[in-house]
């Protein structure tokens, strides 16, 4: 059963509407679901929410840390909570998958994301639930750095609203672990 959800990004205005904060953006948009603000916390290195959804309490981080230091955050926060890598959800972009598209996995490697490659660093744990946001591969020479950091355009933005719906959709199965139903 995951207990944590944990939003990928880079804090700051510049990175707020970027591929590379689609993690950021989904919690945000799991808080706004069920109306619950935002706390910075120095002692988690990020910004905590609580929430219940599907009659399970859930806690919501964004690592401040920027994406290639999320680990210290995260490891903060499982060991404050006495949380299990297992009961996490790392919410990220992922190259990999093309636009539009969202896959459920646990455990694994990095597959050369540094936010997931600091945060198994940190728990030295790799089991834990991965929810991968298809954002594609740039289709011009543009550097993958560039493009990743690039704000998105409406409908980019429109197409990751339409992810974050389609996976809210099946929230219960998403927090009890349930591949099927998110990797329809």
């Not at 995951?2 to 939003?7: A, H, M, Q, S």
């Not at 205005?13 to 069920?34: D, M, P, S």
Request: net charge positive; aromatic share 8%; glycine share 14%.
């Amino acid at each position: 059963m995951i207990k944590l959800v944990v939003g990928l990004g880079n804090p700051g205005r510049q990175y707020e509407k970027t591929r590379h904060n689609a993690g950021f953006l989904f919690v945000e948009y799991l808080a706004g679901l069920a109306g619950v603000g935002w706390s910075s916390s120095g002692q988690f290195s990020g910004e905590v929410a609580e929430c219940n959804i599907g009659g399970c309490k859930l806690i919501l981080l964004k690592p401040m840390t920027f994406m290639n230091k999320s680990g210290m955050s995260v490891g903060k926060l499982l060991r404050y909570y006495k949380l299990i890598p297992g009961e996490m959800l790392v919410v990220h972009d992922d190259l990999e998958l093309s636009e539009g598209v969202v896959r459920l996995k646990r455990d694994g490697g990095h597959g050369g994301h540094n936010g997931l490659r600091d945060i198994i660093a940190h728990i030295d744990s790799r089991d834990f639930y991965r929810l991968r946001l298809g954002i594609g591969r740039p289709v011009t020479r543009e550097k993958v750095a560039d493009y990743v950091l690039s704000g998105l355009s409406l409908d980019g933005q429109a197409r990751l609203l339409g992810m974050f719906e389609g996976v809210t959709k099946n929230m219960e199965a998403l927090i009890a672990g349930d591949f099927a139903l998110i990797n329809a």
